[in-house]
């Protein structure tokens, strides 16, 4: 079977791409012909394209810029029309009349959309683009039943050709780990007294980083043994920084950049914050789960992740009291708790959600 995959870049710092990576990494390349059309990875970002191409997919790389990546998939699927399978992922209105060209550049491909966002509100555009989408495709797949129900309209999930795909994530490489805990805070100079919050993602607007900078003065102003440790870059890094200063906060919030061990500095957190403007189903959420982490998230982050009692949600108008005395509240000093039962259950380990993704290519590619 040929299966087209299409996602954002091949950078390590976007949640879809690791999630893609993630998928694709345990899929059966013996069964399965895989390309992925991707953009180039963003210059600074590690690139999946390494373990991936090692796997057996054939990565397809474009530049990474909307329009060009558009302009070179027509040009590509005009010359490739034998895909059994395309499976976009998609965060955007404008995926919806791609989805339209795909179809009559492929017509006898399924086609499986997979929404990753949810970025209200809604406008009369999005309803356009619901009309489009289910116009189009053959399979809806979203992260969580929300993403789900904004990209591809309110009812998606009461019909048939609907499913959840969880954010997976690999349970050999996110668990509790105490030597990578206390090797994480001895290189940051953590002391055995101090508590560490983390925040692991892009520094940019979704994440909401200047109100995590207003979040965590506040956790210093309760309790002076908090730090803060960031693991990621973006555009409000430099701003983030300015915060810091103003609060006087320099030596106590760490900017470590971006990092390919993502599990070791998960454990080193007592504590992981996620007040995003707007999510999907966060991949680092199920991340720092598996590793055991309290999370304290903003209620704009939808709760199809939360399938453990680590997870905790605060609107982002309650006061920064509020949000101080709950990270306090929840936070834990120490070695972490495995949680994965709790996480197998619900289908987030994996190699799991990877059969599970196989049975749906099969059951669609038969029909192709």
Not at 140 to 149: D, E, N, Q, S, T
Not at 169 to 174: C, E, K, S
Not at 255 to 263: E, H, L, N, R, T
Not at 322 to 344: C, F, M, R, S
Request: proline content about 6%.
């Amino acid at each position: 079977m040929k299966i087209l995959m299409i996602s954002n870049h091949l950078g390590v710092q976007s949640g879809v791409q690791r999630y893609v990576q993630n998928l694709l990494l345990n899929l059966d390349t013996d069964r399965y012909q895989i390309d992925l059309f991707v953009g180039q990875c963003p210059p600074d970002q590690t690139s999946t394209a390494p373990a991936l191409e090692a796997h057996g997919v054939h990565i397809i790389a474009v530049p990474d810029h909307k329009k060009d990546r558009i302009r070179a998939l027509a040009a590509h699927l005009r010359t490739h029309r034998d895909y059994d399978i395309i499976h976009y992922h998609t965060a955007s209105k404008i995926g919806a009349p791609v989805c339209g060209m795909m179809r009559v550049l492929c017509p006898h491909a399924k086609i499986i959309v997979h929404s990753h966002i949810v970025y209200p509100p809604m406008t009369l555009t999005w309803r356009a683009a619901h009309l489009v989408y289910q116009l189009f495709a053959d399979y809806f797949l979203g992260c969580g039943v929300a993403a789900g129900r904004f990209v591809f309209g309110d009812h998606i999930d009461r019909r048939p050709n609907f499913s959840v795909a969880c954010n997976a994530v690999d349970q050999t490489r996110f668990y509790p780990n105490a030597a990578a805990r206390t090797a994480i805070r001895a290189q940051y100079g953590i002391t055995g007294t101090e508590r560490l919050a983390g925040f692991v993602g892009r520094l940019n607007h979704q994440k909401n980083p200047l109100f995590l900078v207003e979040v965590f003065a506040a956790m210093a102003q309760t309790d002076p043994a908090w730090k803060l440790l960031l693991v990621g870059a973006g555009e409000m890094e430099q701003p983030m920084r300015e915060a810091a200063a103003k609060h006087g906060l320099t030596d106590r919030i760490l900017f470590a950049g971006v990092q390919k061990d993502v599990p070791a500095f998960m454990n080193a957190f007592d504590l992981f914050l996620l007040p995003s403007n707007f999510e999907g189903s966060p991949v680092t959420l199920v991340e720092a789960q598996g590793c055991g982490v309290p999370c304290l998230a903003s209620t704009n982050v939808p709760n199809d992740g939360s399938v453990t009692d680590l997870v905790h949600f605060l609107p982002l108008t309650a006061p920064l009291t509020e949000w101080a005395a709950k990270a306090n509240e929840i936070a834990v000093h120490g070695d972490h708790t495995d949680y994965w039962p709790t996480l197998a259950a619900a289908g987030y380990e994996l190699k799991t959600a990877a059969r599970r993704m196989e049975e749906l290519y099969d059951r669609l590619g038969a029909h192709a």
